[in-house]
């Protein structure tokens, strides 16, 4: 069995922040945008997500139908897992709790998910996995707004990463799909 | 009048410090770790189609310490960067001795105003990132050119700091200009003609 990719989607601003994007909206959704998240989500066996965005998720995506939003099967039925230390109970259909960050509980989880893993929003576990090598293909769709307040993706202080543009899209809602793969450092 | 166009090699996480590494930063340097031909030929059309360079005063400092002795490796971009009038902005600065160069010391926006109206071609400002905080806050920027590099850099200072009013802009082009490298081009939506 081949390990899995950990594949990072985020809808970001063009300053970084990607806190609560409901300001993506008033830029509608390029058909052509639902596509390349299908080829995402396409190859995802799981769903990996830190606590914050677990929390926001599960009751979003809980009772929103494939009629309401054709992503609702995906999120509703895929195996999630949750990074965290203080989370007891993950009552969305299908969710498991891995406890606490370790970039050894991730690999296991690669090993153990037989496809890709897709991981969204989640800045500290994104930030994490950066870190230690753990993200192998990073997908920013980046939003014609700077936003000035909220949380940035990329924070300060992380360790400097460089990566390859695998890939590049521009839609007519002004909204630009950047695709990057982080470049290992022994490899660079 | 002339277009102030901010024109920025950028990291991933919005990173505008020392892409050249002439001021000497730790991270400096880094827009050489990933080719970018079209990028080069770019900006030269970019530097050919402006007047006149703004910019802050650590840029100037970094600039004119490096121009001026390569005109021989950088041809006709370093005859145009050390003969084509630069303008500082500057509290401290009383001496600019980079050629063709003067120095603005307060008033900053009616004095950008004031620079643009005086050209045709576009006022083009680089790096700079204090100054274009500024520029931002009094709505003078026609245009962002970013040159996206496949870096993420962890510190620096960054095109869009933390806290600053935000902005709504709109995508006018996109473009690779090397393997890894992208051109995005936005202007604030404020300027939709």
């Not at chain 1, 081949?2 to 594949?7: D, E, L, N, Q």
């Not at chain 1, 979003?60 to 609702?72: F, K, L, N, V």
């Not at chain 2, 120095?103 to 700079?128: C, F, H, Q, W």
Request: contains cysteine.
């Amino acid at each position: 069995m081949t390990v899995g990719a950990i594949k990072v989607h985020e809808f970001i601003a063009l300053d970084g922040v990607f806190e609560d994007p409901s300001w993506t909206f008033e830029f509608g959704f390029d058909p052509k945008m639902g596509e390349a998240i299908g080829a995402i989500t396409g190859t995802c066996q799981a769903i990996l997500l830190g606590r914050r965005t677990f929390e926001v998720f599960a009751p979003a995506w809980s009772t929103r139908t494939a009629e309401e939003d054709p992503g609702a099967p995906f999120f509703n039925e895929s195996p999630k897992y949750v990074v965290s230390g203080s989370l007891k109970t993950a009552e969305w259909n299908n969710s498991a709790i891995l406890g606490r960050y370790s970039a050894d509980t991730i690999r296991d989880l690669k090993d153990q998910v037989d496809g890709d893993i897709y991981v969204s929003g989640s800045g500290t576990l994104v930030r994490a996995m950066l870190a230690d090598g753990l993200v192998d293909e990073l997908h920013m769709f980046v939003y014609p707004v700077a936003r000035g307040a909220g949380q940035r993706l990329l924070a300060d202080s992380g360790p400097a990463t460089k990566f390859t543009l695998a890939r590049s899209e521009a839609y007519g809602n002004g909204v630009v799909h950047l695709a990057y793969a982080p470049v290992a450092p022994d490899a660079a | 009048m002339g277009q102030l166009v901010v024109t920025e090699f950028i990291s991933l996480d919005g990173i505008i410090e020392d892409p050249g590494g002439s001021e000497g930063t730790p991270n400096g340097g880094w827009s050489f770790r990933s080719p970018a031909p079209e990028g080069q030929h770019f900006k030269f059309e970019e530097l050919q189609a402006s007047d006149v360079q703004l910019m802050g005063r650590v840029t100037y400092e970094g600039f004119a310490a490096a121009w001026p002795a390569m005109e021989e490796a950088t041809g006709d971009f370093g005859k145009r960067m050390n003969s084509m009038p630069k303008v500082v902005v500057s509290t401290t600065l009383t001496d600019a001795a980079w050629n063709n160069t003067t120095i603005i010391s307060g008033n900053v926006a009616a004095e950008v105003t004031k620079l643009k109206g005086r050209y045709e071609g576009d006022v083009l400002v680089s790096a700079s990132a204090t100054l274009v905080d500024t520029l931002r806050e009094h709505d003078l920027v026609d245009e962002y050119r970013l040159m996206v590099h496949p870096v993420v850099l962890g510190s620096g200072k960054r095109l869009f700091k933390e806290g600053a009013a935000g902005t709504d802009l709109e995508l006018v082009d996109s473009r690779k200009v090397g393997p890894d490298v992208l051109l995005l081009t936005y202007r604030p939506a404020s300027k939709r003609s």
